[in-house]
């Protein structure tokens, strides 16, 4: 079957780093994908990897190793905003998303 | 209209009711999709369209039904409502001729109540 995993629930403090996990296994690799989901809103995509190694885009780093099934989104630099829910989705063979639970980011001042 | 409309934002629906949900979007993407999202669990992929006149099933499509007759609409109808079908759901749609198809773009979502 298809698996994705990540951890339910995180912690943090503003101003610090935090690393997200996610692992999976699926039919198939076609690109890895991050959303960001703030409560009681829609998903919004964050990042997009299909080759290992590291993305950055501000604030926000992904990285992909495609042989050990894993990713990461870092955050740096942590604000309050950063509060949500984050989202890891693997594009599988047939080009559909498979979707993690989430890992719902909690920001302590 | 910019981005994805959906409607309604939320409805509360008895048991074996016909209900269906509108999903609007003004992007020119070909692809467009409907999920649905419970407490605990990822989203889930209900029906699918890759094109205007096509339309495919996804992970969870019993009870539910879509048509695409066109670009910009593709609605889903619960046919008689059970309280399993009591979620939030989305509409999302893709341009699928670009490199990273999966970059989706969601509506803000309905929220379903069935009782």
């Known amino acids: 079957g298809q698996n994705i995993d990540q951890p339910t629930e995180m912690t943090a403090t503003e101003g610090a780093i935090v690393q997200i996990n996610c692992t999976y296994q699926t039919s198939g690799f076609n690109g890895l994908f991050w959303y960001q989901q703030h409560a009681g809103e829609a998903p919004t995509f964050l990042s997009y990897?299909?080759l290992d190694g590291l993305e950055e885009k501000g604030r926000f780093s992904s990285f992909l190793s495609r042989s050990k099934g894993y990713s990461y989104l870092l955050l740096k630099e942590l604000q309050m905003k950063d509060s949500a829910s984050y989202l890891c989705?693997?594009?599988?063979?047939?080009?559909?998303?498979?979707w993690g639970a989430g890992t719902k980011l909690i920001i302590k001042p | 209209i910019a981005g994805i409309t959906q409607a309604p934002t939320s409805q509360i629906l008895a048991a074996g009711r016909r209900m269906t949900l509108r999903c609007t979007q003004d992007m020119r993407h070909n692809a467009m999709y409907w999920y649905r999202q419970d407490l605990g669990l990822g989203l889930r992929l209900i029906h699918y369209s890759n094109t205007a006149g096509t339309t495919g099933k996804g992970e969870v499509p019993d009870g539910y039904s879509v048509s695409r007759a066109n670009t910009d609409d593709f609605p889903l109808t619960l046919a008689s409502a059970v309280p399993s079908q009591t979620s939030v759901y989305f509409c999302?749609?893709?341009?699928?001729?670009?490199?990273?198809?999966?970059?989706?773009?969601f509506g803000e979502g309905s929220r379903l109540t069935v009782l």
């Open positions: 990897n299909v």
């Open positions: 989705a693997v594009m599988d063979s047939n080009y559909q998303l498979i």
């Open positions: 999302a749609s893709s341009d699928s001729s670009r490199g990273s198809a999966g970059e989706l773009f």
